[in-house]
């Protein structure tokens, strides 16, 4: 296969934009596309303060790495879950995000939970579920919180995370099995600030498979964590990109117009009964501040009362 650029032997074939590209052009391709996405869906411009949520795996260093080279002002935000206890999977992708930031001299602001929150997610999970269900669900309200709060109090102007393709359609996928509506009027690229205190958010490679986000770090020699969250095995995510993938591999570009499609049908008002702007009836949480639809204590202030007043009982 040759790069349809310079003749040259090409290291990828995306057969969904029928492009095969050799590592040279690969590595202006992508960034120049992220580029184009940036303005074609108004993210965020070159005067924005931009805060890159970043897990220490492929996704979120090539996100920095490209924001970087393109010359935003992109500090990095990792977050400490504490999931230490079968591959020390947290400790090292705190070192692979801490590595990166070095390297290219940037800013990485570390979030402990652990520190902030009296416990770790794991504790914290067998605290509230008994060993019954995955840590995933605090563990994604926490996140959530976490970033919400450093980006609002940091003043940053936007909030980015390396949500890929592949994350996206699957999330898509998964909400429309459901047909869970309120999901599916906020999945978005771009989710606007709510006055109150959610801040801007954004998802500049939306629009990537997740095979080019991954070839992207390789071939540019990103040192990323390989390892996933042992808790993601048997996620009904990854059994939704499975599916997905065996769509595409007999539809090349099924992703991708499955996703497009959406968002079509979102622009011309689709779900406009339910968009986030107008139905956020707000109020603010009793003991941290930030915006909540919950009448007295978000539910992240809820969900750590209850875990601390477990740690108290159990010590
Ligand atoms: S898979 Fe791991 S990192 Fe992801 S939400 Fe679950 S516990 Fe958290
Ligand atoms: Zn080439
Ligand atoms: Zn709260």
């Not at 019954?132 to 940091?154: D, E, F, W």
């Not at 939306?206 to 969250?229: N, P």
């Not at 048997?234 to 990109?241: E, L, Q």
């Not at 941290?288 to 007043?309: L, N, Y």
């Amino acid at each position: 296969m040759k790069c349809r650029k310079c003749g040259g032997k090409a290291v990828i074939n995306m057969r969904q934009h029928k492009l095969a590209l050799c590592k040279e052009h690969f590595l202006i391709w992508l960034p120049e596309q992220t580029q184009r996405f940036i303005e074609k869906y108004h993210m965020f411009g070159y005067q924005d303060r931009i805060l890159v949520a970043v897990s220490g795996g492929k996704d979120s260093l090539a996100l920095w790495d490209i924001l970087h080279h393109l010359g935003y002002q992109a500090d990095g935000l990792y977050i400490g879950l504490g999931i230490n206890q079968e591959n020390g999977y947290s400790l090292k992708s705190q070192e692979f995000a801490e590595k990166f930031a070095i390297k290219n001299n940037l800013k990485l602001i570390v979030v402990d939970v652990a520190e902030i929150a009296g416990a770790t997610i794991p504790d914290a999970a067998a605290l509230t579920l008994r060993g019954k269900g995955k840590p995933c669900s605090i563990c994604g309200l926490t996140k959530r919180h976490i970033m919400n709060r450093v980006a609002y109090q940091g003043q940053y102007d936007v909030l980015v995370t390396g949500h890929n393709l592949d994350d996206e359609a699957a999330a898509l996928f998964g909400n429309t099995l459901n047909w869970a509506v309120g999901y599916l009027a906020r999945q978005s690229p771009v989710l606007e600030e709510i006055t109150g205190g959610l801040a801007r958010k954004a998802k500049p490679f939306f629009r990537f498979y997740e095979r080019e986000t991954a070839a992207y770090a390789l071939l540019q020699g990103i040192d990323y964590i390989y390892q996933e969250c042992p808790h993601a095995t048997g996620a009904k995510s990854i059994y939704y990109k499975e599916q997905l993938n065996q769509l595409e591999a007999d539809r090349p570009g099924a992703k991708l117009s499955f996703y497009l499609s959406f968002l079509r049908a979102k622009e011309s008002g689709l779900f406009a009964h339910q968009d986030p702007a107008t139905q956020a009836n707000l109020n603010s949480c009793q003991t941290c501040g930030q915006p909540t639809s919950a009448p007295e204590q978000c539910a992240f202030c809820r969900t750590w009362d209850r875990v601390r007043g477990r740690q108290t009982i159990t010590a």
